[in-house]
């Protein structure tokens, strides 16, 4: 991507399978479409408003459209496994590594994440969780940092 697009393409996010760029560019969807041999475009709806070909099902080392045909509007990334994402029409998605999904779902916001970026903040969260040693069954409470930029 970097060497199409040179300083019009940026690397936000970087995991151990996925890549989140920023693409300056007048349609990210043309530009799919004029490079289709290098995305993997399988999973975008068959009637999607984009005009994208549904081609390259599982071809490995291609890039692919996550979202499918959904913008992201915003994107938090603090570290591996800690980010935050924000989709025209759909239900932001938070992930942090290490705490459970519904203490994210219930206690941990998008505007924490972005918190945490501009005010270089740590917070966590308590969870409790159950540990077995045969035969009997501990009830644990831990708390967990939940977001970071450290």
């Known amino acids: 991507m970097s ?15 996925s ?32 005009g994208m070909p549904l081609v390259n099902k599982k071809v490995p080392g291609l890039m692919k459209d996550e979202n499918n ?4 509007t915003e994107f938090v990334g603090l570290r591996a496994k800690i980010y935050a994402v924000r989709m025209d029409g759909r239900k932001d998605i938070k992930k942090a590594k ?13 505007d924490d994440y972005t918190r945490c970026l501009n005010e270089e903040i740590e917070m966590t969260r308590r969870q409790s969780c159950k540990i077995q ?10 708390e967990n940092r939940s977001e970071s930029v450290r």
Not at 3 to 15: G, N
Not at 98 to 110: A, E, W
Request: aromatic content about 12%.
């Open 69 to 72: 045909d959904a913008i992201i």
């Open 133 to 142: 040693a045969t035969p009997s069954i501990y009830g644990v409470r831990v």
């Open 3 to 17: 060497p199409l697009y040179r300083e019009k393409c940026k690397v936000m996010y970087t995991d151990t399978d």
């Open 98 to 110: 290490g705490v459970k999904n519904n203490v994210v779902t219930r206690t941990i916001t998008f």
């Open 19 to 50: 890549l989140v760029y920023h693409i300056e560019c007048n349609d990210v969807y043309e530009m799919i479409k004029r490079d289709i041999t290098r995305f993997d475009t399988s999973n975008y709806p068959p009637d999607n408003a984009y």
